[in-house]
């Protein structure tokens, strides 16, 4: 299985990102997907996460209403739509697969990963 990120940049603060990742070698629609990120010295957080089939979504409490998770099963893809960005946001993003749904928020549930793409929110 390979997951390949996508998406990250340099923006200013109140600024929009949209970041992708690409599932490949597994059937992309039986996987909950999330979204970590992480920052040097920090432990990786999460920060989103959908359920497969889309009708379920979580999102960790900072990044409420200014973030939405979705995904097209038939490219294979998740996305993660950052609006009203703040320099706290400033991280590697990861994108991540799991057959389960229940504790989605946990890192260790994990089974695959992407290699991360960092987005920057200057202030």
């Known amino acids: 299985v390979q997951l390949q990120a996508s998406g990250g940049g340099l923006v200013q603060a109140g600024g929009s990102l949209r970041l992708s990742c690409v599932l490949s070698g597994r059937t992309f629609s039986r996987y909950t997907m999330g979204w970590f990120r992480q920052t040097p010295g920090k432990e990786r957080e999460f920060v989103a996460a959908i359920s497969d089939g889309g009708s379920l979504t979580y999102y960790r409490h900072s990044v409420e209403g200014r973030f939405t998770i979705s995904r097209d099963d038939a490219e294979n893809e998740v996305y993660l739509q950052m609006n009203s960005l703040k320099p706290e946001d400033t991280a590697v993003y990861y994108c991540?697969?799991?057959?389960?749904?229940?504790?989605?928020?946990?890192?260790?549930?994990?089974?695959?990963w992407g290699q991360g793409t960092l987005v920057t929110v200057s202030s």
């Open positions: 991540a697969a799991t057959s389960l749904w229940r504790n989605c928020r946990r890192r260790g549930l994990y089974d695959y």
